[in-house]
């Protein structure tokens, strides 16, 4: 799938869900959830924003290790939003 059309699937807290439950991390899931509520956010808009952040933030080099992972990734998918959600929760 491509970027666009992810975020663009991110109108509601299910699809937002299902995309945080595809990187296979339900810690994440929650951290997500409480970061958006601290934003004062919908999980959904916290989602897609933090996925436009990563994508216009992110540097050469982490861009290159993308790369890399989503070469060698089952689900690429997956592997770009779980980069995007640790780029948000550690960054």
């Not at 699937?9 to 339900?26: C, F, H, K, R």
Request: proline letters at 3%; a negative charge.
């Amino acid at each position: 799938m491509l970027l666009g059309d992810l975020l663009a699937s991110l109108s509601n807290e299910a699809a937002a869900t299902e995309a945080i439950l595809s990187v296979n991390d339900l810690s994440m899931l929650t951290a997500m959830r409480q970061q958006a509520q601290a934003d004062g956010l919908d999980l959904p808009a916290y989602v897609a924003g933090t996925v436009r952040r990563y994508a216009s933030e992110a540097t050469d080099e982490e861009w290159i290790t993308l790369m890399g992972l989503l070469n060698r990734a089952p689900d690429p998918g997956a592997v770009c939003l779980k980069r995007a959600f640790e780029h948000a929760l550690n960054g």
